[in-house]
């Protein structure tokens, strides 16, 4: 006869039931507790159904209490920072969420109404490409082929085909978010109408205006895009770079000399440069006043080789006398610092620029062409001309855009902006007051920093998938003027109409208006988000009880770029704090300590880790990606460096807890895969303690509503364990959880008391007095295990509720039907009377322990928690404790 739930029948029942209807999951659900355990632990047998019978019994959300009376036990709120529509979860999101859920179970299991608001970020640029890039692909079309209103039509295609795989994986993770308030930030009939009417509130008090600034320009984009979406690459001298629509490499970490020529003399003036091509748009040259070998040439000009320009020598002691020549070319609109200086106010700017294309107010040949092809021209140029001087290695650091790997250029375009100044202000008092609390307190320097000097917000985006400015461009008689006098916000163009008619005192019909073609920058609406959800600006229930929320938790990475301006634009929009704390966690890296990256190959998906994979399967989702194929050779041998045997399955809890584990309070945490498969371990443990207990507490077994006070050294041991996860959850130290747990159930339970008890159940039938001790244990095991269960339920979710269905209830008729919402152990609950004597009568019992190891450990546990230990016995076994209690 084949035993009961084999390894190979358990294998069978999961690919059976991977293939099932939810409803049919549940039912498996329903027939599998009347079965006994399975002699293993398997993570998908465990995983596969519980989730949507939660789902299904509205655990997760808080009306499973009720939000229209007032909880005493208090409110707990939590939204998710949205993921990207386009993206998967890597381990840093599984990080997130691990946190997020913990802190959210814990909660819930509190008592308090809890809510934890999903949602996913439409992700602008991100969802651009990707669907620009398939149109590309399948039909060989761009967008500008389609045009603006056909593209947003393939983009809503795309996000209802492929756009939920995010939330899927959210709950392979067991996220317990209420999905039924589920947020998408492009969402027509929830979001749309919020960013408009925070655009125009804003536009209307003048914190939100028009102005032609520096922007960072991505040429492959065609658009502007944030600081953040800037990667900063270091190279430590020249380097040949790949870019978009080159064939060949483009050298960079080089400094070009070259000089200028003094009007009215024969000397000349050399400076440096390491984009050579920008000196075509050079205005002046800049020395320091103290400097004696420029003294001579206060009030003279320089002369441009390729234009009639002549440029002033101006004298700032900004300038660095010490770097190169100590002269400096200044180019104010191909150059943030030169744009910003002082040198506006005493250069005649010739406001030139370009994108892909060169565009320049000269008859020189760089006129049209591309960038990086006009840089090999220009230089030429200077050779001929012989005002070339030099070129050498230079370390420096290049801009690149994230999205499409394009090197980034400074751009000179009228955009839309916020002025941050008294919103940066009012962000940075709440923290100094106390009203806003960031936990760990070392991001503090970083908060103020920013904030204190923080600059306006471009909020242009020159895109076609996003919410488009609600901002229309007024003509009335004299078009010419674009100052922003002429531009009128409103929710519709109706009502934008009304405002020009009023503001220029004519009639409607005398107004024509054209909206602004750009969109806006996805992390303003991600900065509406925390109140937006709820409906704001429209009064309702959800609103009212659930914002202010309680907690912001996420990574420390984004501190400004998204929890600054959410909290800037709830106290501008809505007088409130969208939270009360931020607890911002570590960022992700591999084992050796590196950032995340395709390239490196060190991308995990969690999922991977979750179910496992081989090395194969790595190798052909980086097949599968958009690297070039020397990228791809490098990953690869990164994989079968790192995974030579490929990724174990490890199972979602265990997955979680590794990364709980590793969440100290610092600033990156090195996350070694293989210690996750050690928590798989852990569970495999806890499955055989409670196997183990079933079989010994019986079919007839009740639980007590009081316990026995003979075994109060372990009952102490998980009175301490409470104490301690109580403490670690309300300071956000999950290291302390996750070892309080861990030590708990392996070290103390399983492998000193569960040791401790088997002699005292093998003799349970010989005796009276051997009935009433094991009568003792078994109430106490199931205590311990009990308890244990819930708490590690929050870290634990799948693995604590299968166990916890198999052990019988204290009150059947009204305990919760599920731990989820089940109390959290409290050190109340578990406390024993402190004080008297302990008796470990163990007489005649002669257990024999595992090693002399484990033995030692037992005495040294004892040792650490009582005193003093009176009798012992020797190696090998342990006759008699008797200890005095203590606290």
């Not at 998408?184 to 914190?207: C, N, S, W, Y």
């Not at 005292?760 to 295990?785: H, I, M, N, P, W």
Request: net charge neutral; aromatic share 12%.
């Amino acid at each position: 006869m084949v035993p009961l739930y084999s390894g190979e029948l358990i294998d069978q029942w999961v690919v059976v039931l991977y293939q099932l209807t939810p409803s049919i999951e549940l039912n498996f659900l329903y027939n599998k507790m009347d079965l006994p355990l399975p002699d293993s632990y398997s993570p998908q047998y465990v995983e596969a159904a519980w989730y949507p019978w939660w789902e299904k019994q509205g655990f997760f959300k808080p009306e499973y209490g009720s939000i229209s009376e007032e909880n005493a036990k208090g409110i707990f709120m939590m939204c998710i920072p949205p993921p990207n529509v386009t993206g998967s979860l890597h381990l840093g999101h599984a990080l997130t969420n691990a946190i997020q859920d913990c802190l959210t179970r814990w909660h819930r299991m509190r008592g308090e109404t809890t809510l934890w608001n999903p949602g996913c970020d439409h992700a602008g640029i991100a969802t651009q490409v990707v669907v620009e890039k398939k149109l590309m692909r399948e039909k060989g079309m761009s967008r500008h082929d389609l045009g603006r209103e056909n593209f947003i039509r393939e983009v809503w295609k795309w996000k209802n085909e492929k756009g939920d795989r995010i939330y899927h994986q959210l709950k392979k993770l067991g996220s317990s978010l209420d999905w039924d308030r589920a947020c998408f930030t492009m969402d027509p009939l929830k979001i749309k109408f919020f960013f408009q009417e925070a655009f125009i509130r804003m536009h209307d008090e003048g914190v939100i205006y028009r102005s032609k600034r520096l922007v960072n320009w991505s040429c492959t984009l065609n658009s502007a895009i944030s600081d953040i979406e800037v990667d900063k690459k270091e190279l430590a001298g020249r380097t040949l770079l790949p870019v978009p629509g080159y064939k060949e490499k483009i050298e960079f970490g080089v400094l070009v000399s070259f000089a200028y020529k003094v009007d009215g003399s024969d000397e000349e003036v050399i400076v440096a440069t390491t984009r050579i091509e920008t000196m075509l748009g050079d205005t002046a040259v800049a020395v320091h006043p103290a400097d004696a070998r420029y003294q001579h040439l206060k009030g003279k000009m320089v002369l441009h080789p390729f234009c009639d320009r002549k440029m002033p020598i101006v004298f700032d002691d900004f300038v660095d006398m010490s770097f190169g020549t100590g002269a400096v070319k200044i180019t104010p609109a191909h150059d943030h610092n030169d744009y910003e200086s002082r040198f506006l106010i005493v250069c005649f700017m010739r406001l030139s620029y370009f994108s892909e294309f060169f565009i320049f107010n000269s008859s020189f040949p760089p006129q049209g062409m591309k960038r990086f092809e006009a840089r090999k021209a220009v230089l030429q140029a200077l050779k001929d001309r012989g005002q070339f001087k030099e070129i050498k290695d230079n370390p420096m650091v290049v801009p690149v855009c994230s999205r499409s790997k394009d090197i980034v250029e400074p751009l000179l375009k009228p955009q839309w902006y916020v002025d941050c100044r008294d919103m940066g202000k009012e962000a940075a008092d709440a923290v100094r007051e106390g009203r806003l609390k960031i936990i760990p307190d070392h991001h503090l320097k970083t908060w103020f920093n920013w904030l204190d000097n923080i600059k306006d917000w471009c909020i242009s985006r020159q895109l076609w998938w996003g919410h488009r400015i609600p901002a229309y461009f007024i003509t009335v008689n004299d078009p010419s003027d674009m100052d922003g006098h002429y531009w009128v916000s409103g929710r519709s163009e109706e009502e934008a109409r009304e405002k020009a008619a009023k503001r220029f005192n004519v009639s409607a019909d005398k107004i024509t208006l054209r909206q602004d073609e750009d969109v806006l920058d996805t992390w303003f609406s991600s900065g509406i988000f925390p109140f937006s959800i709820f409906g704001w600006p429209n009064e309702n229930e959800d609103l009212q009880v659930f914002y202010p929320g309680t907690l912001l938790e996420t990574g420390h990475d984004i501190l400004f770029f998204w929890v600054a301006r959410m909290v800037m634009m709830g106290l501008k929009l809505t007088g409130k704090l969208p939270f009360k704390e931020v607890y911002l966690h570590a960022v992700v890296r591999d084992a050796h300590g590196r950032k995340m990256s395709k390239s490196l190959g060190n991308v995990i998906d969690p999922l991977d880790v979750i179910t496992g994979i081989s090395l194969e399967g790595l190798h052909a989702q980086l097949m599968d990606s958009n690297l070039d194929p020397v990228e791809v050779e490098r990953a690869q041998q990164g994989q079968k460096s790192d995974y030579p045997n490929g990724i174990p399955e490890c199972g979602t809890d265990a997955l979680r807890f590794a990364l709980c584990a590793y969440t100290s309070q610092g600033r990156d945490i090195n996350l070694d895969v293989n210690r996750i498969l050690g928590y798989r371990h852990f569970c495999n443990k806890l499955w055989n303690a409670v196997k183990f207990a079933m079989k010994t507490l019986g079919d007839n077994f009740v639980p007590s509503e009081k316990e026995s006070v003979s075994d109060r050294w372990i009952l102490s041991r998980l009175s301490a364990a409470v104490t301690l996860c109580d403490a670690g959850f309300k300071a956000y130290d999950f290291p302390t959880i996750t070892t309080a747990i861990y030590n708990f159930w392996l070290y103390e339970l399983c492998d000193i008391y569960l040791e401790s008890v088997k002699p005292v159940f093998s003799k349970a039938e010989e005796d009276s007095t051997s009935q009433r001790q094991a009568l003792v244990c078994r109430q106490t095991l199931y205590t311990c295990l009990e308890v244990g269960l819930r708490l590690l339920s929050p870290l634990m979710p799948f693995v604590t509720e299968e166990l916890y269905q198999r052990l019988p209830r204290r009150k059947p008729q009204s305990d919760p039907p599920s731990i989820c919402v089940t109390s959290y152990p409290t050190t109340e609950e578990v406390r024993k009377r402190r004080g008297g004597q302990l008796v470990l009568n163990l007489t005649d019992a002669q257990i024999a322990l595992k090693s002399f190891f484990v033995e030692s450990a037992v005495l040294c546990f004892l040792q650490l928690h009582f005193f003093p230990v009176i009798c012992c016995s020797s190696a090998g076994t342990v006759r008699r404790w008797t200890a005095t209690w203590s606290s």
